[in-house]
């Protein structure tokens, strides 16, 4: 069965940090780009940050520049999201993606090159 399968989350104060992992399973993510995006409540699901195929080149939202870092280890077939410096509206289910990226070289979060949804895992951020 082809997914991805994330774990991490929860709970934390503001200025705290969360992980979130994202193991893929029946398929390689070498041959995807792969991303993190986030859906808060009434609204629609948005990029967080996406990184190409050949792990060069990041994509990061405005909103998590300097504090959310993607990274992925092929070894593992697994992406990562560090969380540092968490807001409250940071606050959102987060999902992990494996991404079409032809060029290898092509890192933007969009939706339409999205083959695989992880299952997704809330973040709350509060006092």
């Known amino acids: 069965q082809l997914q991805l399968v994330q774990s991490g989350g929860g709970l934390v104060q503001p200025g705290g940090s969360l992980r979130l992992s994202c193991a893929a399973s029946g398929f390689t993510l070498d041959y995807y780009g792969v991303g993190w995006f986030r859906q808060a409540p009434g609204k629609g699901r948005e990029g967080v940050s996406c990184m190409s195929r050949n792990g060069a080149y990041t994509d990061d939202a405005d909103s998590v520049k300097g504090r959310f870092t993607i990274s992925r280890d092929n070894a593992k077939n697994t992406v990562y999201l560090q969380m540092n410096n968490l807001k409250p509206e940071d606050t959102a289910v987060y999902y992990c993606?494996?991404?079409?990226?032809?060029?290898?070289?092509?890192?933007?979060?969009?939706?339409?090159?999205?083959?695989?949804w992880g299952q997704g895992t809330q973040v709350t951020v509060s006092s």
């Open positions: 993606a494996a991404l079409r990226d032809i060029t290898t070289v092509r890192a933007a979060c969009e939706l339409t090159r999205v083959e695989y």
